[in-house]
């Protein structure tokens, strides 16, 4: 996001200065939440809702909120989106002059997101918006009035139900922008909209959905966080988590000498590690919360690595330094307290992944530096684990250090992956030279991240700056900062060099992927800045792909209609075109394709063997607000939905899910996808193509 303009930011700090002492107040630095209050206010409560346990279907995604224990299990039904105020041109001008947003509502109010189908948002992320007059409305199910009406900001003072804290963090809390955890499930849709007041509106909204007719239990305001918010209270308080009376403990004072490795614990059978435990001498924060040690330790924090190896692999699963391992970064200690890696006052690094294997499981140091570390205090909890491992992933790490070149073309690679698995979090340490832009010192920070998930072209979650990604703002304005998802955990200057670190992860909003992940971010607006860079990812893994092509149909193509029985019925165009993709500027692709406001019917042929098909669609999205129901085999499935419109890069990748049920059995489906009348006169279709799950 651009942030030249310094008076901008110069406004919004006289008017967050004003606040300061009342929010502050209200946050007691986020070691506890307020409690619930027993009645939601009007404007925020849904009358009238059923009340029912969630269906089998969805308790995964609760679960996960409230434990570590379903981490690893795969989630090939579940699909990540985001929807974010970032240039749909493919420049740097995210969320000025109003942002950009995906359409304006009947009632003149600007969408930020609008989908269609089961699923939850899980993050809200907002900055630079008119705290005063800035309003933000929720509308669950297709309903009439918004569940939720009120001020943006107050979403964020952490006393207003149902944005309590500790789920939710303001400006001061995030350095810079304003956060909401809150867990919104929908069952049929949800739109969230603002009125846009203010001169700039910047957004990034991030969501799951889930397979077309799963049954989930829509936010009504009765819903209860105490377990997530017990987690998240335990963590910033240096309590443990993640701990079942069934554990086995592994407890060890070792030696490391140097240039070594050190095999210090080594389990046999199907086992889960729950979490694990490292104090180094010399590696500790100061004693006040908050702030940096003056310890030089940036040796230790690259030298000393932890490794482990499953099932008797020869080369490790994991294999990072314990500075960004721990959520540190490379530089310089830090009281980090995430969700997953961290370290507590007395100097105890922490690691609280589920960690499950099937054979054997064993975990090593190296030491990679010239010294010798004497008094390493290892621990290590474990438990049987009986589940079976045919849809559990195994946690990985991925360690790109990269040295990035003004005008390379080439996003940082974050994490990229064959097989099946979902992505759960990144820890990012940048040294780079300042002023290389003269727009602003720090423009390195300007890197929008895109995720590219299943080889899809489209990127399913496009970003709009780093420091946003990170959930700060404004170049991280308000210093560093350490939270339950994300933090800033390092910046220092010398000789006009800047080396700084932050981290992020998602828990029940873990990215899955079923046959590829592509992970990126760009280092400068446009890949313009010269750096030094070391990504750590994180994530769950299976190494063989869960989801296949196995047909394709390339509309305008005589021959292939023809194989695949292909009809349409009341077409409006014919005709081919050229275009580019959003996150790939620079390629384009010329298709022949159609568009119709009837119907097309067409075969795709699928493994009998299966767990579900995705059926992917490239379209011309310069119609907004593309619908349409999916039948297969003569049943309705559900409704095929995208919000909003791009004239400058106009293709896009889309998937829709088919659940087994339609699907078991079968080695040939007839999908039927008829129009739904929206802003868009018509549907447009390009290429489908059928990719089985199973």
Same mark, same amino acid.
């Given at each position: 996001?651009r942030?030249?303009?310094?008076?901008?930011?110069?406004?919004?700090?006289?008017?967050?200065?004003?606040?300061?002492?009342?929010?502050?107040?209200?946050?007691?630095?986020?070691?506890?939440?307020?409690?619930?209050?027993d009645?939601?206010?009007?404007?925020?409560?849904?009358?009238?809702?059923?009340?029912?346990?969630l269906?089998?279907?969805?308790?995964y995604?609760?679960?996960?909120?409230?434990?570590?224990?379903?981490?690893?299990?795969?989630?090939?039904?579940?699909?990540?989106?985001?929807?974010?105020?970032?240039?749909?041109?493919?420049?740097?001008?995210?969320?000025?002059?109003?942002?950009?947003?995906?359409?304006?509502?009947?009632?003149?109010?600007?969408?930020?997101?609008?989908?269609?189908?089961?699923?939850?948002?899980?993050?809200?992320?907002?900055?630079?918006?008119?705290?005063?007059?800035?309003?933000?409305?929720?509308?669950?199910?297709?309903?009439?009035?918004?569940?939720?009406?009120?001020?943006?900001?107050?979403?964020?003072?952490?006393d207003?139900?149902?944005?309590?804290?500790?789920?939710?963090?303001?400006?001061?809390?995030s350095?810079?922008?304003?956060?909401?955890?809150?867990?919104?499930?929908?069952?049929?849709?949800?739109?969230i909209?603002?009125?846009g007041?203010?001169?700039?509106?910047?957004?990034?909204i991030?969501?799951?959905?889930?397979?077309?007719?799963?049954?989930?239990?829509?936010?009504?305001?009765?819903?209860?966080?105490?377990?997530?918010?017990?987690?998240?209270?335990?963590?910033?308080?240096?309590?443990?988590?993640?701990?079942?009376?069934?554990?086995?403990?592994?407890?060890?004072?070792?030696?490391?000498e140097?240039?070594?490795?050190?095999?210090?614990?080594?389990?046999?059978?199907?086992?889960?590690?729950?979490?694990?435990?490292?104090?180094i001498?010399?590696?500790?924060?100061s004693?006040?919360?908050?702030?940096?040690?003056?310890?030089?330790?940036?040796?230790?924090?690259?030298?000393?690595?932890?490794?482990?190896?499953?099932?008797g692999?020869?080369?490790?699963?994991?294999?990072?330094?314990?500075?960004?391992?721990?959520?540190m970064?490379?530089?310089?200690?830090?009281?980090?307290?995430?969700?997953?890696?961290?370290?507590?006052?007395?100097g105890?690094m922490?690691?609280?992944?589920?960690?499950?294997?099937?054979?054997?499981?064993?975990?090593?140091?190296?030491?990679?530096?010239?010294?010798?570390?004497?008094?390493?205090?290892?621990?290590?909890?474990?438990?049987e684990f009986?589940?079976?491992?045919?849809?559990?992933?195994?946690f990985?790490?991925?360690?790109?250090h990269?040295?990035?070149?003004?005008?390379?073309?080439?996003?940082?690679?974050?994490?990229?992956?064959?097989g099946?698995?979902?992505?759960?979090?990144?820890?990012?340490?940048?040294?780079?030279?300042?002023?290389?832009s003269?727009?602003?010192?720090?423009?390195?920070?300007?890197?929008?991240?895109?995720?590219?998930?299943?080889?899809?072209?489209?990127?399913?979650?496009?970003?709009?700056?780093?420091?946003?990604?990170?959930? #700060?703002?404004w170049?991280? @304005?308000?210093? %560093? =900062? !350490?939270?339950?998802? /994300?933090?800033?955990?390092?910046?220092? *200057?010398?000789n006009?060099?800047?080396?700084?670190?932050?981290?992020?992860?998602?828990?029940a909003?873990?990215?899955p992927?079923?046959?590829?992940?592509?992970?990126?971010?760009?280092?400068?607006?446009?890949?313009?800045?010269?750096?030094?860079?070391?990504?750590?990812?994180l994530?769950?893994?299976?190494?063989?792909?869960?989801?296949?092509?196995?047909?394709?149909?390339?509309?305008?193509?005589?021959?292939s209609?023809?194989?695949?029985?292909?009809?349409?019925?009341?077409?409006?165009?014919?005709g081919?075109?050229?275009?580019?993709?959003?996150?790939?500027?620079?390629?384009?692709?010329?298709?022949? #394709?159609?568009?119709?406001? @009837?119907?097309? %019917? =067409? !075969?795709?042929?699928? /493994?009998?063997?299966?767990?579900?098909? *995705?059926?992917?669609?490239?379209?011309?999205?310069?119609?907004?607000?593309?619908?349409?129901?999916?039948?297969?085999?003569?049943?309705?499935?559900g409704p095929?939905y995208?919000?909003?419109?791009?004239?400058?890069?106009?293709?896009?990748?889309?998937?829709?899910?088919?659940?087994?049920?339609?699907?078991?059995?079968?080695?040939?489906?007839?999908?039927?996808v008829?129009y739904?009348?929206t802003?868009?006169?018509?549907?447009?279709?390009?290429?489908?193509?059928?990719?089985?799950?199973?």
């Amino acid at each position: 996001m651009r942030k030249k303009q310094i008076s901008i930011l110069i406004a919004i700090l006289i008017v967050v200065i004003v606040t300061a002492i009342f929010i502050a107040q209200k946050f007691d630095s986020n070691t506890t939440s307020n409690p619930k209050t027993d009645e939601v206010e009007d404007t925020t409560q849904k009358e009238d809702k059923e009340k029912e346990d969630l269906p089998d279907s969805t308790t995964y995604i609760n679960k996960v909120l409230d434990s570590y224990d379903q981490l690893p299990l795969l989630r090939l039904d579940t699909f990540a989106g985001g929807a974010s105020s970032y240039d749909r041109s493919g420049g740097n001008y995210d969320g000025f002059d109003k942002g950009n947003f995906l359409y304006e509502d009947e009632h003149g109010d600007k969408v930020m997101l609008d989908v269609k189908g089961p699923g939850t948002v899980h993050r809200m992320w907002f900055t630079a918006f008119n705290e005063f007059n800035s309003y933000i409305k929720i509308y669950f199910d297709g309903e009439e009035e918004p569940s939720i009406n009120m001020r943006l900001k107050d979403v964020f003072t952490g006393d207003t139900a149902p944005f309590l804290a500790p789920l939710v963090h303001h400006n001061f809390l995030s350095s810079g922008g304003f956060v909401s955890n809150v867990p919104l499930n929908f069952n049929k849709s949800i739109k969230i909209t603002t009125n846009g007041v203010g001169v700039h509106n910047f957004y990034n909204i991030g969501y799951h959905l889930y397979a077309p007719g799963t049954e989930v239990k829509t936010w009504d305001g009765t819903e209860d966080v105490e377990k997530m918010n017990d987690i998240w209270n335990k963590i910033w308080n240096g309590q443990p988590v993640n701990v079942h009376q069934d554990q086995e403990m592994v407890e060890e004072t070792i030696t490391l000498e140097a240039q070594s490795k050190l095999e210090v614990a080594l389990l046999e059978g199907s086992r889960m590690i729950d979490w694990l435990s490292l104090k180094i001498p010399g590696i500790e924060p100061s004693q006040i919360a908050g702030k940096k040690s003056e310890v030089n330790v940036e040796h230790l924090l690259q030298g000393i690595r932890l490794q482990a190896y499953w099932d008797g692999e020869e080369e490790p699963s994991v294999d990072a330094p314990i500075g960004p391992l721990f959520a540190m970064g490379m530089f310089e200690v830090y009281e980090t307290r995430s969700i997953y890696a961290g370290m507590g006052s007395d100097g105890e690094m922490y690691l609280n992944i589920p960690m499950p294997f099937e054979k054997s499981g064993k975990i090593v140091l190296v030491n990679d530096s010239e010294e010798k570390i004497d008094g390493v205090s290892f621990k290590l909890a474990h438990r049987e684990f009986a589940e079976s491992f045919s849809d559990v992933g195994y946690f990985k790490t991925q360690m790109n250090h990269q040295f990035a070149k003004a005008g390379d073309g080439e996003d940082l690679l974050i994490l990229e992956e064959e097989g099946a698995g979902h992505f759960i979090g990144v820890v990012q340490s940048v040294r780079v030279e300042l002023g290389q832009s003269s727009i602003e010192d720090r423009w390195h920070l300007e890197g929008d991240e895109r995720i590219y998930i299943d080889h899809s072209e489209t990127p399913v979650i496009q970003g709009t700056g780093t420091e946003d990604f990170y959930n #700060g703002a404004w170049y991280f @304005g308000y210093g %560093e =900062f !350490s939270t339950q998802l /994300a933090g800033y955990t390092s910046v220092k *200057v010398e000789n006009n060099v800047e080396s700084s670190s932050y981290y992020r992860f998602f828990m029940a909003e873990a990215i899955p992927f079923r046959s590829h992940i592509k992970a990126s971010i760009e280092h400068g607006a446009a890949n313009d800045i010269s750096s030094e860079n070391w990504l750590l990812a994180l994530y769950y893994h299976q190494p063989e792909p869960r989801m296949t092509m196995t047909d394709e149909l390339d509309i305008g193509d005589t021959a292939s209609e023809e194989e695949h029985s292909y009809t349409i019925s009341g077409e409006t165009w014919t005709g081919k075109l050229t275009h580019t993709y959003e996150g790939n500027f620079a390629e384009g692709v010329e298709d022949e #394709g159609r568009s119709h406001n @009837g119907f097309s %019917e =067409f !075969s795709m042929k699928i /493994a009998q063997e299966n767990k579900g098909v *995705v059926l992917r669609r490239r379209f011309d999205q310069i119609l907004p607000n593309q619908l349409a129901e999916v039948y297969v085999d003569g049943e309705q499935v559900g409704p095929w939905y995208h919000a909003g419109s791009n004239i400058t890069h106009a293709w896009r990748d889309a998937d829709f899910f088919i659940p087994e049920e339609f699907t078991s059995g079968k080695e040939e489906i007839t999908i039927k996808v008829e129009y739904v009348k929206t802003e868009a006169d018509d549907w447009s279709e390009f290429r489908y193509q059928a990719f089985t799950l199973n």
